[in-house]
């Protein structure tokens, strides 16, 4: 059994910071890529940022330069430090993990519950 759970969400005023968190645990063998994504009402799931195992990292064009994504592989965590924000980020954020669980033959995307980010004054 593996789970993927996001926290860190609230309501910030435009120009404040967020740092979301996303712990993957269970039966995991090795995890490849992590990432967020979001899903603002009423749009598509959109990514946000995706970090790779070896630190490789690719962001939306919308968030680079505001955003990072970091992860901690010795505990399964990926973060992302959300600075400077807008309005137009307002979404449900969502953590996936790319991985191989114990006694699985293949590799899929796992995806947490979502977390709430709100910018408003």
């Known amino acids: 059994q593996v789970q993927v759970v996001e926290s860190g969400g609230g309501l910030v005023q435009p120009g404040g910071s967020l740092r979301l968190s996303c712990a993957a645990s269970?039966?995991?063998?090795?995890?490849?890529?992590m990432g967020w994504y979001r899903q603002a009402a009423g749009k598509q799931r959109e990514l946000v940022a995706i970090?790779?195992?070896?630190?490789?990292?690719n962001y939306a064009d919308s968030v680079k330069g505001r955003f990072t994504i970091s992860r901690d592989n010795a505990k399964n965590t990926v973060y992302l430090q959300m600075n400077s924000l807008k309005p137009e980020d307002t979404a449900v954020y969502y953590c996936?993990?790319?991985?191989?669980?114990?006694?699985?033959?293949?590799?899929?995307?796992?995806w947490g519950q979502g977390t709430q980010v709100t910018v408003s004054s």
């Open positions: 269970g039966s995991i063998f090795s995890i490849n890529y």
């Open positions: 970090i790779a195992s070896g630190g490789s990292t």
């Open positions: 996936n993990a790319y991985l191989k669980a114990y006694g699985s033959s293949s590799w899929r995307t796992y």
